[in-house]
């Protein structure tokens, strides 16, 4: 089957090739890929900053239809609409496994990166990753769903936003837009920051309800910043927003090193979080949130291409065009 690969170590070394067709073993499920978001994870692959395991099929944003059953699964998953958790494999008996925190086990091994993962016709997955999709979400848009699981990891385990807290964040990119949900769905009150030629993403946060800007928010005034853009200027923006005592939480991934301004940490006693990927409580509380219409995901949805497509799609997103692009193997 065709599909786009991480061929080599390195940067580049990206390209579509040929994958074996899977098939499920013991405990694992088959699904039809029917959308794979395509993530900044993505781009750090392509550019050699995010560790993975050549050759290997990219993609983790996943959502699909269970076509076939392995040993051992349950059958009922069988024709079911489904999203995914990104595991493929952990350790299972390491402290952070047994805590719950599988995302942290030294051991583990992602789709996308260790493991084949969406950007192809199939994928095999272990039927616990498997989360239903409700009826009333759109067949692409779910695959929102796994990056919103990221934030809830970041945001909600523990809770870090208040009912009336003044929240910043910034990066206006599908993330971004996903923890202002979030943000305002646990009470608070959220501003999305943003560059001047970030006017059409900062557009769709407005018609989402949130206050906006292309500039710089006073200083010192926010209860809880959420960094998205994994940017050092992003970072720098967000220390000097927080109010002395306040919450820091950096949601995006940086490339490399950067350099910011951490006196401020120290001067303002700040508590500086975060949260890597997800873990099966943050895709409750997301599912949970899509359940009951808390985040609108289908607004996020910026285009649907396919695979052939590829290099325009990671064109688009490194250079800050749309918010979310689904490649669906099937076009």
């Known amino acids: 089957m065709r599909a786009l690969a991480k061929l080599d170590v390195g940067p580049g070394q990206v390209g579509l090739v040929e994958r074996p067709t899977p098939s499920p073993g013991p405990g694992q499920v088959l699904v039809e890929v029917h ?14 900053e995010y ?3 050549p050759p290997v099929t990219m993609g983790h944003e996943v959502t699909g239809l269970v076509v076939d059953i392995g040993p051992g699964a349950d059958p009922a998953w069988r024709g079911r609409r489904v999203v995914t958790e990104t595991y493929y494999s952990t350790c299972g008996i390491c402290d952070r496994c047994r805590d719950g ?13 260790h493991a084949d993962g969406g950007f192809a016709p199939l994928l095999v997955l272990p039927e616990r990753n498997l989360h239903a999709v409700p009826e009333k979400v759109g067949t692409h848009a779910a695959a929102l769903a796994e990056p919103l699981a990221c934030v809830c990891n970041c945001l909600l385990d523990p809770p870090v936003v208040q009912p009336g807290d ?67 200027g992003g970072a720098a923006l967000c220390l000097r927003t927080v109010r002395r ?26 508590v500086i979080t975060s949260g890597f990927a997800s873990t099966p409580a943050s895709w409750r509380h997301a599912m949970r949130l899509i359940a009951s219409e808390s985040v609108d995901l ?5 285009g649907v291409a396919p695979l052939s497509a590829w290099q325009d799609v990671f064109a688009d997103l490194r250079a ?12």
């Open 35 to 48: 959308g794979t978001g395509v993530c900044g994870t993505d781009l750090h692959i392509q550019a050699g």
């Open 51 to 53: 560790p993975a395991e």
């Open 101 to 113: 925190r599988p995302n942290l086990c030294a051991a583990r091994r992602s789709i996308g990166s």
């Open 166 to 232: 003044r929240v910043v964040v910034t990066g206006p990119g599908a993330v971004g837009l996903l923890a202002a949900q979030v943000a305002r769905a646990q009470g608070g009150s959220v501003l999305v920051c943003g560059l001047p030629q970030d006017s059409e993403r900062l557009a769709v946060a407005e018609r989402l309800g949130f206050a906006v800007t292309d500039g710089m928010p006073e200083e010192g005034t926010a209860d809880v910043v959420v960094e998205c853009s994994g940017s050092a």
């Open 245 to 270: 005592g306040g919450r820091f939480v950096q949601v995006g991934v940086f490339g490399g090193a950067v350099t910011v301004p951490l006196n401020h940490l120290v001067y303002g006693e700040l």
């Open 298 to 302: 289908e607004s996020l949805l910026t």
């Open 320 to 331: 800050g065009r749309g918010l979310k692009i689904v490649i669906d193997p099937r076009l």
